[in-house]
Structures are given as C-alpha cells and as structure tokens.
T-cell receptor
C-alpha cells in the first residue's frame, strides 16, 4: 500500500467501549498527526508526534490516548467516549514536522458513539 | 488565536464556469497557506501551497493567490468540471509553530 492508510474506516461504539484507531504511513515520514473533523466545524488538530515523541496536545480530553510506537504507526485509543465525540478522525504525516512540509492525509475513520 | 473563514460555505455552478473561492485569516503572521480538496468519504489532498513570501501559485486549472497583509487568499478554478465537485479547505501554518489551522470549507458542486 502507498500513502497513508487508516483502519477501521467506520466504527460504531458504545460509551463504555474501548476501541483503537490505527494509522500507518508508507512515505518514510517522521511526523504524524491526529485531526478531528466534526460536522459543520473546521478540522481540529489533536496531537502531533515528531520522531515518535509527542510534541503537541491540543487540550484533548484524556479519554483520547495516542500512541506512536514508531515513525510509521500511530494509534488513537478511545475509552468512555461521549456522543459528541462522533466525528471523522483523520491521520496525516509529513517529512519531519517542519512547517513548510506538506501534510499527507489518510482517508479517515468515521466514528459514531452511541 | 488564528481564525480562518471561508466564503461561500457552499456553491453550485454549471459546468464550464470560472469560479472563485475565498479564504480569510485574522492573524497575518503566517508561514504558509494551503488549499486542500476533500472528496466524500476520503481524506484531504493538497492542491496548492503558497509560502508567505509568494503572491500566487498555479497548478493546471487552479490558481491560488495570497495577500498576507490583508489576510486573504483566493482559489480560482477555471473552466469547472463535474469532477471538481468536492469540499475545498483552506489552512494556514503560523510563523511560530507547525499547526495547520483550517477553515470550515466550501462545498462545491459543478453540474453537468
């Protein structure tokens, strides 16, 4: 596979469930990002990882827990979510977290919390 | 706090028309500005990136301009086609960080 892939593409979960979103990039990049896209709202940055280290947490609630085991993989662990957390979660990667670098986005995971 | 606004929120045009999408931002201390395209059920595709020192960028039928001092950018699409139908997002990166700040997007529909 090429580019940035995300699994699952769709997820329905109850508020008491625990689930994980997975992102993998095949571009040799060293920076990875999680974004949230809610209906009728701008895309919001959640987390940034540079060389496996978290460099940005945009005041995200602790019920979202990111994990970056290596530069190619990024996870978002979900637990005790709320219905308002239903959104499209997008992963992106870039060369080295430099501001002039284009970010490449995955197709997203559509999450519905019941 | 940087805010990015896109006008119009939605646009429907007949095939062949030239059209302009607008983006404005409140803080002119940007490093660059990007235009993205998002198709339903898919991620974002970068269309054009304009550095803060540049005035415009062109790619095929797309031309993006940037007026940093007034906090505005436009995306011009020439001879629109049904395949151009998508959501177009504008985003800026600030001089002092690497966070992309997005607008809410313009939903474009080109009718055949």
């Amino acid at each position: 596979e090429t580019g940035v892939t995300q699994t699952p593409r769709h997820l329905v979960m109850g508020m008491t469930n625990k689930k994980s979103l997975k992102c993998e990039q095949h571009l040799g990049h060293n920076a990875m990002y999680w974004y949230k896209q809610s209906a009728k709202k701008p895309l919001e940055l959640m987390f940034v990882y540079n060389f496996k280290e978290q460099t940005e947490n945009n005041s995200v609630p602790s019920r979202f827990s990111p994990e970056c085991p290596n530069s190619s993989h990024l996870f978002l662990h979900l637990h005790t979510l709320q219905p308002e957390d239903s959104a499209l979660y997008l992963c992106a990667s870039s060369q080295a977290g430099q501001s002039q670098e284009t970010q490449y986005f995955g197709p997203g995971t559509r999450l519905l919390v019941l | 706090k940087q805010e990015v606004t896109q006008i119009p929120a939605a646009l429907s045009v007949p095939e062949g028309e030239n059209l302009v999408l607008n983006c404005s931002f409140t803080d002119s201390a940007i490093y660059n500005l990007q235009w993205f395209r998002q198709d339903p059920g898919k991620g974002l595709t970068s269309l054009l990136l304009i550095q803060s020192s540049q005035r415009e960028q062109t790619s095929g039928r797309l031309n993006a301009s940037l007026d940093k001092s007034s906090g505005r950018s436009t995306l011009y699409i020439a001879a629109s086609q049904p395949g151009d139908s998508a959501t177009y997002l504008c985003a800026v990166i600030m001089e002092y960080g690497n966070k992309l700040v997005f607008g809410a997007g313009t939903i474009l529909r080109v009718k055949s």
